[in-house]
């Protein structure tokens, strides 16, 4: 595994708490470092935030079914 592969796992383990707002302030600066030096996980951040917003917008009047919630889960990809 190289440097960079090890450094997308981290960014993979930090993307989701990130995204919610629930890392500290060291760890919100590694990923945020990490996100304006790697096209690939950027990408995943933006997909990820541009989902959020569009699951908010549509359906924030009904909450989301136990089924739905582990397909979408399910339906996230690894890193690697």
Do not use: N
Not at 18 to 27: C, T
């Amino acid at each position: 595994m190289t440097a960079f592969e090890s450094i997308c796992e981290k960014c993979e383990e930090l993307l989701q708490p990130y995204l919610d707002r629930e890392l500290d302030e060291s760890e919100r600066r590694e990923a945020e470092a990490h996100l304006d030096d790697c096209g690939y996980c950027r990408k995943r951040y933006r997909f990820e935030e541009s989902l959020r917003r569009y699951v908010r917008s549509a359906c924030c009047s009904e909450e989301m079914s136990p089924e739905l919630k582990a397909k979408l889960s399910s339906l996230r990809t690894p890193l690697a």
